[in-house]
C-alpha cells in the first residue's frame, strides 16, 4: 500500500469516528517531511463554527505545534473534496500537494458537495450569489493603513 493511500485511510478512519460520534463524515492528515504532524476532524458541529472543517483544524493544529503559519512543503490528505475555503488556507499556508479520496461527485447525492459554491466562485463578482464590493474608505488624519502596516516591518 502506498503512502498516499495510508493516509487516506487514516482520514477516512477519522472521518468515520467523527460521524459515529454526531460529527459530520470529514478527517484529513497533515504531512511534513513524511511525519504525520497534525490531524483534523470536521467540529461544525460540536463547535457551531461553520469554519471547523477538518483541513482547517489540521491546519491550526501543525501550525501551532510547528510555531509557524508556514506549512510549506506540507501535503494534506482529506477524506473528502477540500471546500473553496479549505483549499485557500492550505494555498495561504503553503501546503504543496493536496490529496482526497471521495469527490464532489461522490458527496452530491448525501448532500455533501461543495462544487456549486466552486462555481459560483469562479464568476466575476458581480455575478455571484453573494455581493462583493470594493469601497476604498480611508479616514482622513490617519495614516495608509496598509503603509503603516509596511513601515512596521522595516527593520530599525
Same mark, same amino acid.
Request: net charge negative; glycine share 4%.
Given at each position: 500500500m502506498s503512502e498516499t493511500e495510508q493516509h487516506l485511510r487514516e482520514a477516512i478512519r477519522l472521518a468515520r469516528a467523527n460521524m459515529e460520534a454526531g460529527g459530520r463524515p470529514f478527517g484529513?492528515?497533515?504531512?511534513?517531511?513524511?511525519?504525520?504532524?497534525?490531524?483534523?476532524?470536521?467540529?461544525?458541529?460540536?463547535?457551531?463554527? =461553520?469554519? %471547523?472543517?477538518?483541513?482547517l483544524m489540521a491546519i491550526r493544529a501543525a501550525s501551532h505545534k510547528l510555531g509557524s503559519p508556514s506549512l510549506a512543503g506540507a501535503a494534506v490528505y482529506a477524506s473528502g473534496h477540500p471546500c473553496p475555503m479549505c483549499m485557500a488556507a492550505m494555498r495561504l499556508a503553503g501546503v504543496n500537494e493536496v490529496y482526497y479520496a471521495y469527490s464532489n461527485d461522490d458527496g452530491a447525492p448525501v448532500g455533501l458537495?461543495?462544487?456549486?459554491?466552486y462555481a459560483?466562485?469562479?464568476? =466575476?463578482? %458581480?455575478?455571484q450569489s453573494m455581493t462583493i464590493r470594493y469601497v476604498p474608505v480611508r479616514p482622513e488624519g490617519d495614516a495608509d493603513l496598509y503603509a503603516a502596516w509596511a513601515a512596521r516591518q522595516t527593520p530599525r
Open positions: 484529513a492528515v497533515l504531512v511534513k517531511d513524511g511525519e504525520v504532524v497534525a490531524t483534523g476532524v470536521n467540529e461544525i458541529l460540536t463547535t457551531n463554527d =461553520p469554519t %471547523a472543517h477538518a483541513e458537495s461543495t462544487a456549486a459554491i459560483d466562485l469562479a464568476k =466575476p463578482f %458581480a455575478e
